[in-house]
T-cell receptor, first 112, second 111 residues
Framework: GENVEQHPSTLSVQEGDSAVIKCTYS??????FPWYKQELGKGPQLIID?????GEKKDQRIAVTLNKTAKHFSLHITETQPEDSAVYFC???????????FGPGTSLSVIP | DSGVTQTPKHLITATGQRVTLRCSPR?????VYWYQQSLDQGLQFLIQ???????AKGNILERFSAQQFPDLHSELNLSSLELGDSALYFC??????????FGPGTRLTVT
């Protein structure tokens, strides 16, 4: 069945450094890829998303890249800050039904 | 604030009991999803409803059931509770195309 893998499972970076989280998906028909940030005790919140007709999207310090041929997409956070510490989930969505497959999550710690 | 509301925020109950979790989707969203998140675990998809009808099922136990009402709010019923059912339960709503908005969750503790 459909599957989304996510690496690494944990990531520690120094404040100001960049963080990269990578995901791969199995269903080549997937065409929508959202990223969610979950802070402790809260629900996941959408931070950025990308559709299959776009290779890259940027929003301030956050960017997402998509390689449809290789079926992988990545989240890039630059100039990390302590408030970026959270669990990040990638996801992939198939166009013919409203189902979203989530990756297992990456716990990011930004060390001041 | 995502616009999705969940009640109650916290729930403590004993093994063998039954509880009901409630979710109100964002205005206009027809799809409601339920997820379970155990400690340090990912989001486990339980079930999806679309405009009152079940659309997809994930890893939902037979002891669990859900429904979506005509006003589009949804309830997740958990019965014969076990210690292992202790978790965060999230509801999400969507207008379609994969973009989901999550509620703040209900923390269930079974003692």
């Amino acid at each position: 069945g459909e599957n989304v893998e996510q690496h690494p499972s944990t990531l520690s970076v120094q404040e100001g450094d960049s963080a990269v989280i990578k995901c791969t998906y199995s269903d080549s028909a997937s065409n929508y890829f959202p990223w969610y940030k979950q802070e402790l005790g809260k629900g996941p919140q959408l931070i950025i998303d990308i559709r299959s007709n776009v290779g890259e999207k940027k929003d301030q310090r956050i960017a997402v890249t998509l390689n449809k041929t290789a079926k992988h997409f990545s989240l890039h956070i630059t100039e990390t800050q302590p408030e970026d510490s959270a669990v990040y989930f990638c996801a992939a969505s198939h166009p013919s039904y409203d189902k979203v497959i989530f990756g297992p999550g990456t716990s990011l710690s930004v060390i001041p | 604030d995502s616009g999705v509301t969940q009640t109650p925020k916290h729930l403590i109950t004993a093994t063998g009991q039954r509880v009901t979790l409630r979710c109100s989707p964002r205005s206009g969203d027809l799809s409601v999803y339920w997820y379970q998140q155990s400690l340090d675990q990912g989001l486990q998809f339980l079930i999806q409803y679309y405009n009152g009808e079940e659309r997809a099922k994930g890893n939902i136990l037979e002891r669990f059931s859900a429904q979506q009402f005509p006003d589009l709010h949804s309830e997740l019923n958990l019965s014969s509770l076990e210690l292992g059912d202790s978790a965060l339960y999230f509801c999400a709503s969507s207008v379609g195309e994969g973009l989901q908005y999550f509620g703040p969750g209900t923390r269930l503790t079974v003692t």
